[in-house]
Nanobody, 119 residues
Framework: QVQLVESGGGLVQAGGSLRLSCTAS????????MGWYRQAPGKQRELVAA???????NYADSVKGRFTVSRDNAKNTVYLQMNSLKPEDTAVYYC?????????????WGQGTQVTVSS
């Protein structure tokens, strides 16, 4: 089991920055991948950015060059630095952790944090 707690969302003007944090209830060093998804009203949840335990990263095309995912294993925390925010980045952002145990993969979600970008 992994509990994930997000923080750092809020209201920001277009062009501004926010940093989201996601703290896990256990060590993240052995978690296969952690990352961020978002869901805007009326849309499906989509991948924003993810990082594997080996340090590989994956970004949605819409955020490449603006967002950066990072992890601090000592703090059991994953971050999403969001720069040059646009109104279309407005969504609820969810932290995600994928953990493999044997042949089974477990997926965990945080409760979500609202990010609103005003024009």
């Amino acid at each position: 089991q992994v509990q994930l707690v997000e923080s750092g969302g809020g209201l920001v003007q277009a062009g501004g920055s926010l940093r989201l944090s996601c703290t896990a209830s256990r060590s993240i060093s052995s978690i296969n991948a952690m990352g961020w998804y978002r869901q805007a009203p009326g849309k499906q949840r989509e991948l924003v950015a993810a990082m594997t335990s080996g340090g590989s990263t994956n970004y949605a095309d819409s955020v490449k060059g603006r967002f950066t995912v990072s992890r601090d294993n000592a703090k059991n925390t994953v971050y999403l630095q969001m720069n040059s925010l646009k109104p279309e980045d407005t969504a609820v952002y969810y932290c995600n952790a994928d953990l493999t145990a044997g042949w089974t993969m477990y997926r965990y979600w945080g409760q979500g944090t609202q990010v609103t970008v005003s024009s």
